[in-house]
């Protein structure tokens, strides 16, 4: 049976590669060094300083402290959304300073993407001991 076409096809191939894997990456390695200077315990302010020098100095462009607009059925609300971090122009980056991520977090995140039509998010958590802790999550045209 040579003739038979293999079981995965070219477009499913194409469509499990990660999107902006290459700026997760970059993203990641900053808060990699960050979290290996300054270890965890400290409260969330001071890693938001901290990101924002690391991220600076590897010339990763950013935004912190970024409103992003919500919308509903196609219309603005006046009420606006603070991401920790706009990355690139693509990608939400929320960072934390707990014990550990829970699904709260990882909902927030979620319905961030969803409301501002972002398609790539990142929660980083600086306060897990002994390792950083990070998830990246992506919103799907199924769940938009």
């Not at 990660?18 to 900053?30: D, M, Q, S, T, W």
Request: hydrophobic letters at 45%; glycine letters at 8%.
């Amino acid at each position: 049976m040579s003739g038979d076409k293999p079981a995965h096809s070219e477009s499913r191939a194409i469509s499990t590669d990660l999107l902006y894997k290459e700026e997760v990456y970059a993203i990641i390695g900053a808060a990699i060094d960050v979290h290996k200077e300054l270890g965890s315990g400290f409260l969330e302010a001071v890693y938001q300083e901290a990101f924002e020098i690391e991220l600076a100095a590897r010339g990763i462009t950013f935004i912190a402290q970024h409103e992003l607009r919500i919308t509903y059925k196609g219309r603005l609300l006046r009420k606006t959304y603070l991401a920790d971090f706009f990355v690139y122009d693509r990608i939400i980056v929320e960072i934390k300073a707990l014990d550990r991520l829970t699904s709260r977090e990882e909902a927030q995140l979620l319905h961030y993407l969803k409301a501002t039509g972002m398609h790539v998010g990142l929660l980083i958590n600086f306060g897990s001991i002994g390792r950083l802790e990070w998830k990246r999550m992506a919103l799907t045209k199924g769940l938009s």
